[in-house]
T-cell receptor, first 115, second 110 residues
Framework: ETGVTQTPRHLVMGMTNKKSLKCEQH?????MYWYKQSAKKPLELMFV???????ENNSVPSRFSPECPNSSHLFLHLHTLQPEDSALYLC??????????????FGPGTRLTVL | GNSVTQMEGPVTLSEEAFLTINCTYT??????LFWYVQYPGEGLQLLLK?????DKGSNKGFEATYRKETTSFHLEKGSVQVSDSAVYFC?????????FGTGTSLTVIP
């Protein structure tokens, strides 16, 4: 148990569906991240939020839409996805000290399958 | 630019064998260095870290020493167990960015 929870753990959706992934951290951190992990590929950083403000968007397609209502919660809204978006989506949190980030803590991930 | 390079896998060892997984980095400034482990079906878990040169991180029998002169942070364990089978990721943080290696898969056979 890392203090970061993600729901659902597994999700199967069609290309025309709309769904959302949820992440919650119980560590009092002020930064949250979304990563995509595909088989045989490096971990891909998607979005970074620092104090609820988005500070990084790594050229992610607009069919992925993040939302960070507060420092403890992070959502990833999904719509009109493609089969190649099937992957493990990992949420992480860390503490920004003002000069650097401390280590990241990861959730268990959501295994997404797009049919 | 900043990057992490770790040895290609997969690595297969017999139980009680010695483990080394190499990791080298390129970074500006003075990064913090990390090893994460990912068990099947789970997210990444922090295994150990070191925040300055010559620091040694250690946890669960694993060790890694921050070597600035060789820009390395190799992971070692003296005697691996079947339960150590997982994917290991080397990572660095410099300022406001994290960088991860591609992961090294370890399988330990009885």
């Amino acid at each position: 148990e890392t203090g970061v929870t993600q729901t659902p753990r597994h999700l199967v959706m069609g290309m025309t569906n709309k769904k959302s992934l949820k992440c919650e951290q119980h560590l009092g951190h002020n930064a949250m991240y979304w990563y995509k992990q595909s088989a045989k590929k490096p971990l891909e950083l998607m979005f970074v939020y620092n104090f609820k403000e988005q500070t990084e968007n790594n050229s992610v397609p607009s069919r992925f839409s993040p939302e960070c209502p507060n420092s403890s919660h992070l959502f990833l809204h999904l719509h009109t996805l493609q089969p190649e978006d099937s992957a493990l989506y990992l949420c992480a949190s860390s503490q920004w000290t003002g000069a650097t980030y401390n280590e990241q803590f990861f959730g268990p991930g959501t295994r997404l399958t797009v049919l | 630019g900043n990057s992490v390079t770790q040895m290609e896998g997969p690595v297969t060892l017999s139980e009680e064998a010695f483990l080394t997984i190499n990791c080298t980095y390129t970074a500006t400034g003075y990064p913090s260095l990390f090893w994460y482990v990912q068990y099947p079906g789970e997210g990444l878990q922090l295994l150990l870290k070191a925040t300055k040169a010559d620091d040694k991180g250690s946890n669960k029998g694993f060790e890694a020493t921050y070597r600035k002169e060789t820009t390395s942070f190799h992971l070692e364990k003296g005697s691996v167990q079947v339960s150590d089978s997982a994917v290991y990721f080397c990572a660095l943080c410099t300022g406001n960015q994290f960088y991860f290696g591609t992961g090294t898969s370890l399988t330990v056979i009885p």
